[in-house]
Every structure is written in structure tokens, then in C-alpha cells.
């Protein structure tokens, strides 16, 4: 019985703990973790602790292009640590989800305006050939 009980508690912190792997559709798009740069294209967050939240910001050339809040939550594995400790866990065991995609929208390629602005003056101005 000791044994299967300790079985069950290293397993549960071992599968509760690691990191939330956040990634975007931008692979060049830049991440910010509470206004820290985090990485290119993909960054970790460490995915227990206390109850709280982080903001998830991905940045194109220094433009804010996607923002996401993330916060932890009360999962199984919170309480099934919180068993384990002397109910500690319930406090400092909560979990942001596993992994968060962050989507980018595309880069728009077409010039800004219309064709009409591409034309120095009125186009209606010039004499015909």
C-alpha cells in the first residue's frame, strides 16, 4: 500500500510539473511574457505554481500583433497533489494548460491604398497620347 501511494504521488508532481510550450503561426513573430522576450516563434513558461496569470504578447517589428492572457487553473493533478502534501498543493499545484498556439494573421503584401494612390497628382490631369 506505501508503495502504490508513493508511486502515485511522485508520478502525479512528475506528470504536474515541466513547462507550457507556447507557440505562434508567425515563426518570426517575437513572444513577450509579461514584457519579457521570451523567445522567437516558440517560448516556455514554467506551468505550475501559485494561482495567477501572465500576459502572452507576440510582437512583429516592435508592433503588438496578438494578445493572450494566460492563467493557471485548479486541475486533477492540483488536487491529487494537494492529497499528497498535507493540502499545500491546493495552494502553490495550479496549471496553465499544456501547450498555447498564438495566431498570427498574415502579413498583408499588397500595397497600402488603392491603385488610384499610386499615381503622382490626379491621373485624370494628364493629357491623352
Avoid at 506551468?47 to 510582437?59: A, I, L, Q, W, Y
Avoid at 512583429?60 to 497533489?81: H, I, K, P, S
Avoid at 498535507?86 to 495552494?91: A, D, K, S
Wanted: hydrophobic share 40%; proline share 5%; aromatic share 12%.
Amino acid at each position: 500500500m506505501r508503495v502504490t501511494v508513493a508511486w502515485l504521488l511522485i508520478s502525479s508532481v512528475l506528470l504536474a510539473c515541466g513547462h507550457t510550450q507556447i507557440t505562434t503561426s508567425d515563426r518570426q513573430g517575437h513572444i513577450y511574457i509579461d514584457g519579457e522576450n521570451m523567445g522567437k516563434g516558440s517560448a516556455e513558461v514554467k506551468r505550475m505554481g501559485f494561482p495567477g496569470s501572465v500576459d502572452v504578447e507576440v510582437r512583429r517589428d516592435g508592433e503588438v500583433v496578438q494578445r493572450q492572457t494566460l492563467q493557471r487553473n485548479f486541475t486533477f493533478a492540483t488536487l491529487v497533489v494537494g492529497l499528497f502534501t498535507m493540502y499545500t498543493g491546493f495552494i502553490w499545484a495550479w496549471q496553465y494548460p499544456k501547450n498555447v498556439e498564438l495566431f498570427v494573421p498574415e502579413l498583408d503584401k499588397a500595397p497600402k491604398g488603392s491603385s488610384w494612390d499610386q499615381f503622382e497628382g490626379s491621373p485624370w490631369d494628364k493629357a491623352p497620347n
